[in-house]
């Protein structure tokens, strides 16, 4: 074994003068501000600072204490790095190469596959190709059409020669000893995909910042990324030091280490998601489920311009091709929890979104043996709140203090009985008011109510509870049927204690419902 490698440190940079140097941040010259503004659109980022700064600029070991005292094996796999962009910026490019080259040992670099994913911009064809013709090791796959991220990624990964694939975004700066920490996890255990810790570099700026030690990639419903760190009570309980490798729920999904075997065991990404989004989600969920781990390894640390914007287009638009991508991840990972999805994202049960076909990925499911979605979330990421349906229990009139009751196919108000099984509703997350199998529906004759067998997403059977609370906080208490041209809400008939609709009024509280529980507005 050996201590990790500190491969250009550039603690003496070529010219500790020039703007930028070490991660300082740069400042647009007043008369420059113009065109500054004028360039941004470019790269969606300071493109006129990114030009100031050195290709090879030095930046600031951020790794916390004892990274450089620790330990790796002389044996380690050597990687395949691939960097996919369309259109980048021509700095931001070089800047991203010159860091990888210039800041991993060269025998663990069996190659860097630049992929072009049909770029427009001429600087990224011939002038490209002969600027990295300094380095033996850059090869440039030019796709000839625009494949998106995603299957950009997998045209790369198809053509790589090293044992370890190592996925880089094109707008990276690799910090000093990042590479060996990556590959010594995967080294470990072939199953383990390691991610470095993603640092910031400002997109004003350009200035390189470090973040939380601690910061592990998360997700909320419906399925939004995002970074959350690890509670400090958690972190003193556990002794967890600096340097220790943090589980890892979802991957950020630009930046991370793969055993290339592996990789294709796992049948690579879903070839049916589009472009760019949910992309991390599948990877995640699939080597968690399906017998591998995700980490963080602190002592490999990235810095990577965020961008608020894709300087790129997408065949169809942003929000449809991440959102189909997310509903494509949710029907193949989520078993019984996908409809918890649909529930925050219930637009998309409005569109009837087409996933496209599914088969390949459910027996690629199946052949893996991999794990259940409630196992997922029982062992890898119980602080998630993912209750099967928002509310359950008894249905209970305000003003009659008497429940719903199922009596054989009617429905009828009786005297609460916490232990009556006829009494006994979910409110589900798509909506609907179930009793096992049937649901609440509204009855042929005018007002009247009874149960329909349910049918999965129909909105025909949906009702809305406690969803008004901001809009019509006077109906927060009230069942509401939206579907009609005019709302009405479920109403108790005192007279025979039967169900009916009604219009909807605020203050009449036979209008008003509770169910025994809630799990979520």
């Not at 990972?333 to 390949?360: I, P």
């Amino acid at each position: 074994m050996h201590r990790v490698l500190s491969v250009d440190a550039t603690l003496a940079p070529r010219d500790p003068g020039a703007p930028g140097q070490f991660g300082h941040p740069v400042a647009v010259p007043d008369d420059k501000q113009e065109e500054a503004k004028s360039r941004w659109k470019e790269g969606n980022f300071n493109v006129y600072l990114s030009d100031l700064i050195p290709v090879d600029r030095a930046i600031v070991d951020t790794r916390p204490a004892g990274c450089s005292e620790q330990r790796v094996h002389n044996d380690l796999p050597t990687t395949s790095i691939i960097m996919c962009f369309v259109d980048e910026v021509w700095s931001t490019l070089l800047r991203s190469v010159h860091s990888v080259l210039g800041r991993s040992p060269p025998r663990l670099i069996e190659e860097l596959i630049l992929v072009d994913d049909c770029s427009t911009k001429e600087y990224l064809k011939e002038k490209l190709d002969e600027y990295m013709l300094r380095f033996p090791k850059v090869k440039i796959l030019h796709l000839k059409e625009r494949h998106g991220l995603i299957r950009a990624r997998l045209a790369g990964a198809e053509v790589a020669a090293g044992a370890v694939l190592t996925f880089l975004d094109s707008h990276v700066e690799c910090n000093v000893g990042w590479l060996e920490p990556l590959l010594e996890r995967v080294r470990l255990r072939r199953t383990k995909v390691a991610c470095p810790v993603i640092e910031v570099i400002s997109d004003k700026d350009m200035s390189y910042m470090t973040v939380d030690n601690f910061q592990r990639g998360i997700f909320t419903w419906p399925m939004n990324f995002g970074w959350r760190q690890i509670p400090q009570e958690v972190i003193k309980k556990n002794k967890i030091k600096e340097t220790d490798i943090i589980r890892c729920p979802v991957m950020a999904g630009g930046l991370f280490a793969i055993d290339k075997t592996y990789f294709f065991e796992l049948g690579t990404y879903d070839p049916g998601l589009d472009v760019w989004g949910g992309e991390n989600m599948e990877i995640s969920f699939k080597v968690w489920m399906c017998g591998g781990e995700i980490e963080i390894v602190p002592c490999s640390r990235v810095g990577h311009i965020f961008r608020n914007d894709n300087p790129y287009s997408f065949p169809k638009d942003r929000v449809r091709t991440v959102e189909r991508n997310l509903a494509r991840v949710a029907e193949v990972w989520l078993d019984e929890y996908k409809d918890l999805f649909y529930g925050h994202a219930y637009h998309l049960v409005l569109k009837n979104l087409d996933v496209g076909n599914l088969t390949q990925q459910i027996q690629l499911r199946k052949k893996l043996q991999c794990k259940s979605f409630r196992w997922y979330l029982e062992n890898v990421y119980p602080e998630l709140e993912a209750p099967l349906v928002k509310a359950s229990g008894l249905l209970v009139n305000v003003a009659l203090a008497r429940c719903v009751t199922v009596e054989n196919t009617t429905l009828a108000l009786e005297a609460c009985d916490s232990a009556n099984e006829h009494q006994k509703f979910n409110y589900t997350w798509l909506r609907l008011i179930q009793h096992r199998e049937l649901c609440l529906a509204p009855a042929s004759t005018a007002g009247a109510l009874g149960l329909h067998r349910c049918q999965g997403r129909t909105r025909s059977l949906a009702w809305l509870h406690r969803a008004l609370a901001a809009s019509q906080p006077g109906l927060t208490d009230h069942i509401v049927r939206e579907q009609l041209p005019q709302p009405a809400c479920l109403e108790a008939d005192p007279s025979d204690k039967a169900l009916r609709l009604n219009t909807c009024d605020s203050a009449n509280p036979y209008q008003k419902w509770q169910f025994g529980n809630y799990y979520a507005d």
